[in-house]
């Protein structure tokens, strides 16, 4: 259904949220705009993760944008909380939530590349050991069920070790290039365009 709507676009080369370079876009806007369509995603993701009931007690969080309608959908099938993280200075950070009640946190994506957004719910929730060890993406675009943070790295704002299984939907591994790796035909694309 995503390919039918066109959530999967090939374009000329850009620079993604990662700091990756690729010539394939996953746009989910398409798939927001269909409110049905967005519900039945959600559906199908909580299925596939084995989840049915929860308490308010776990919260879906998305970082700002695209996490927020993902965790307010999955929250209002499951009965659990909803909150999402605003970007801050390379990080990101929870505001106006009390979140004292909440056993444990789930993050959410609907893209999912490199692992900066993770990183970033990760550091926003403090680093937290109520945070759930799998996170849910609507696109794993990353080639891996899993995805390790690791502390101290320029790009990463995580200041832990943690480890996530990655469930989703869409598994793709187009997870584009490093700039350094990135082929010259991509390259020479990428400065046309």
């Not at 929250?75 to 909440?102: C, H, M, N, P, Y």
Request: hydrophobic share 40%; glycine share 6%; proline share 4%.
């Amino acid at each position: 259904k995503f390919k039918e709507i066109g959530v999967r676009k090939e374009r000329p080369p850009w620079t993604m949220a990662s700091g990756r370079i690729s010539d394939v876009e996953y746009d989910m806007w398409q798939l927001y705009m269909d409110a049905n369509l967005y519900a039945r995603a959600c559906t199908e993701l909580l299925k596939k993760a084995g989840v049915c009931i929860l308490d308010r007690k776990t919260c879906f969080v998305g970082l700002e944008r695209d996490g927020i309608a993902m965790a307010l959908e999955l929250a209002r099938q499951t009965g659990a909380s909803a909150a999402f993280a605003t970007k801050k200075r390379g990080g990101a950070e929870i505001v106006e939530f009390d979140l004292s009640s909440i056993e444990r946190f789930v993050p959410v994506v609907d893209v999912h590349t490199a692992g900066t957004t993770y990183a970033r719910i990760y550091t926003a929730l403090g680093g937290s050991e109520r945070i759930a060890d799998t996170a849910l993406a609507f696109v794993n675009r990353s080639g891996n069920d899993k995805f390790l943070t690791i502390p101290h790295l320029a790009d990463n704002p995580c200041r832990h070790l943690a480890e996530w299984r990655i469930i989703a939907l869409v598994e793709t591994d187009e997870p584009g290039w490093e700039m350094k790796d990135c082929p010259p035909h991509i390259l020479k694309r990428m400065y046309i365009a």
